[in-house]
């Protein structure tokens, strides 16, 4: 077992094989939904989700973890051996989840001397889920934690988030954008190429018009920003993993990218609140020459 365990959220969307390969903990954030509270990834998967969206009368609404809920998954962790904990969280900019861990983090260290990091991700989905994948990693081949977290800074701080929403609808519902702006674009077929800013805020890069030309323009935006060379490469959906795959193939198909860590994961029920079904995204990271 090493040393430094790793936690995050579930908003982080990590397939469930390697959150046990790993052993990545997970914390889940909760999913209101007819009336009744589910944890999200655990008692409500994104599969039963879509179905239950779909008819749903109101829009689900979320709600994070509570300081204690950190609390005691830490607690366990150092009761199982861990001499460090690193701790990444969705973006402190969408979710006060990340705050509830430094919460949690300043309880414990009333308590003991624990070396305990917390860290805002800046991101969300498999944005955060890629971060963490990368410092499990290196945890279990035994890094130490300032390697640790050099690589979980690199892995902020290099990757390229873009993603299509099927409908600007969710993004409404949940105050996300206005109403006019929402209409607009369903009227007139606008598809905005959506992306995370530094700060971990969603924007609008481009708005394009159809999805066909909206996912050329993020392969044109890739080549723009990301050199050849070897990348970490995620495709994320909200039910639609036949189109996740074509993404991933054309990808694939990208002569100048040698592409390592290939994921196709599902995006979570939180997550899929916010940006509802058939959403898709690329998540990119550049990898460093060994």
């Known amino acids: 077992m090493a040393r430094i365990h ?3 959220d579930s908003t982080a969307d990590i397939p469930k094989e390697l959150q046990q390969e790993l052993n990545i903990k997970v914390i889940p954030l909760k999913v209101h939904l007819d ?33 204690m809920d950190f609390c005691d998954a830490y607690k366990k962790a150092l009761e199982e051996g861990a001499e460090e904990i690193i701790s990444i969280h969705l ?30 991700s800046k991101s969300a989905s498999y944005g955060i889920g890629v971060v963490v994948v990368a410092v499990a990693r290196a945890a279990l081949a035994g890094k130490s934690m300032g390697e640790c977290l050099e690589i979980a800074e690199y892995y902020i701080e290099n990757q390229q988030i873009y993603f299509l929403v099927d409908t600007l609808e969710y993004m409404k519902r949940g105050g996300r954008i206005g109403k006019a702006a929402a209409v607009v674009g369903s009227l007139l077929n606008i598809k905005p190429i959506l992306s995370i800013s530094k700060d971990g805020e969603i924007y609008a890069v481009e708005k394009v018009r159809g999805k066909n030309k909206a996912f050329g323009r993020i392969l044109e935006l ?10 970490s490469a995620t495709v994320i959906h909200s039910d639609a993993s036949d189109e996740a795959a074509r993404w991933m193939e054309v990808l694939e198909s990208q002569e100048e990218y040698d592409l390592h860590d290939k994921v196709i994961t599902s995006i979570g029920p939180v997550v899929g609140t916010h940006t509802g079904p058939a959403t898709l995204a690329f998540i990119l990271v550049p990898l460093k020459e060994e």
């Not at 890739?222 to 990348?231: F, H, Q």
């Open 6 to 8: 790793v936690f995050t």
């Open 35 to 67: 009336n009744q509270s589910y944890l999200d990834g655990v008692t409500l998967t994104p599969e039963e989700f879509y179905k239950r969206l779909e008819v749903a009368e109101k829009l689900p609404t979320t709600s994070q973890p509570s300081p």
């Open 91 to 120: 973006s402190s900019a969408l979710s006060g989840t990340y705050q509830s861990a430094v919460l949690a983090k300043g309880m414990l260290e009333e308590e003991s001397d624990v070396k305990l990091t917390v860290i805002d």
């Open 222 to 231: 890739t080549n723009e920003k990301i050199p050849a060379g070897s990348l």
